[in-house]
C-alpha cells in the first residue's frame, strides 16, 4: 500500500491563526531564526512581534503541510514609503528547498500588485543565499551593503490574471473554512 501524498494548502493568515504563526517563528532552526532577523533574538521578542501584528495592515501568507504552518510570508507596508512594503520569508528547516519560499514570495508579488504596491524590499544577511536566490528568482535586483543585502522587486500594476487569482484563492479559503466548520460540528441525531 502507497502511503499517501502529504496535503499542501497555501493561504492567507488571518488573527485566529496567531498561535500557529507564534509556534512557527519559535520552533525555526537557530540558524533560520538569525537569517530571518538577521540577528539573534529572543523568544520574548519573538512572542511580541507576534503579538504587536497588525492584520488590517500587514498580509501573511501560510503554507500549511498536512495541517501545519510550515512556510510564512509576511508584508509589511511601509507607513513613511507609500506604495511599499517590507518581505519577509520562513520556511521550515525540513521542508526547504522544495520550492516552497519561491511560491509564497510569488504570490505576495500578486497580492501586492493588486494593491498597487510598486516596490517590495527584503533584507537578509549577505550570506543568505537561499533568500538571495528566492528573490533574483522572482525578479529581485540585490545589492550588498556591508552586512546587509538588500533586494528590490518592482511590481507592475495588476493585470486580469493577478485579480483572478487572489479572488480565486480567497473563495477557495472561503469554502475550506465553510468544510472545515462543518467537519467540526457534533454528528446530528435525527
Ligand atoms: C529563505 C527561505 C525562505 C527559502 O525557502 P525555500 O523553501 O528553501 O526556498 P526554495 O526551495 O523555493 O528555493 C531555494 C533556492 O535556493 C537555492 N539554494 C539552496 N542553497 C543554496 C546555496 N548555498 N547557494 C545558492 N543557492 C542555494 C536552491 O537551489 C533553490 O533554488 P532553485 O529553485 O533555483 O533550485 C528558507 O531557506 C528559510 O526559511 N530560511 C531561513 C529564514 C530566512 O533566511 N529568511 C529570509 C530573510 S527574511
Redesign the pocket.
Known sequence: MRASEPSLVMRRLRAGDLPALTHHLLT?APE?RR??F?GIVSDELIRRHCDNIDWQRKILIGCFVDGRLC?VAEMAPLADAPGTAE?????DHD??????????LRRVIVLARNRFMHTLH???LPE???????AQ?NGAKLSIHGTEAAGRIKAPWPSYLTLAEESLSESLDLVRTAFDTVSHQPARHH
Open positions: 525555526l533560520d537569517l530571518r538577521c512556510g518581505v519577509a520569508l520562513t520556511v521542508l526547504q528547498g522544495q520550492g516552497i519560499g519561491s511560491e509564497l527584503m533584507v537578509c543568505n543565499m537561499k533568500m538571495r536566490r528566492v528568482k
